[in-house]
């Protein structure tokens, strides 16, 4: 639950403190959604959406869900180089997770 405040909140961490180095308007941190997807072990997971966690998937389904943010979304970029790297970092904040089923 922490990655999808935390990795946004680094990208525009770093923007602003380089901003703030050189004297440009730095960016307000917003993120509109919010989500908590607790892995179980082997009887799957659940996933809730906003703050009063209202159930979107679990067992199985939200265990697919799980594993591609734990595998994919919370990685740098692992081809691209350089360039793909810098993108990765742009002060963004990501949609919601893919929701299987």
């Given at each position: 639950?922490?990655?999808q405040?935390?990795?946004?909140?680094?990208?525009?961490?770093?923007?602003?403190a380089?901003c703030?180095?050189?004297?440009?308007?730095?960016?307000?941190?917003?993120?509109?959604?919010?989500?908590?997807?607790?892995?179980?072990?082997?009887?799957?997971?659940?996933?809730?959406?906003?703050w009063?966690?209202?159930?979107?998937?679990?067992?199985?389904?939200?265990?697919?869900?799980?594993?591609?943010?734990?595998?994919?979304?919370?990685?740098?970029?692992?081809?691209?180089?350089?360039?793909?790297?810098?993108?990765?970092?742009?002060?963004?904040?990501?949609t919601p997770?893919?929701?299987?089923?």
């Open positions: 639950m922490s990655c405040h935390g990795r946004p909140m680094g990208r525009f961490a770093g923007h602003n380089v703030d180095l050189l004297g440009r308007p730095m960016l307000p941190l917003e993120i509109g959604w919010y989500t908590t997807i607790l892995d179980l072990g082997p009887w799957g997971a659940l996933y809730t959406e906003g009063e966690r209202r159930l979107v998937s679990r067992g199985a389904t939200a265990k697919r869900t799980k594993e591609l943010i734990n595998r994919e979304r919370i990685y740098p970029p692992r081809f691209g180089g350089r360039q793909a790297l810098l993108d990765a970092a742009a002060p963004t904040v990501q997770p893919v929701k299987f089923g």
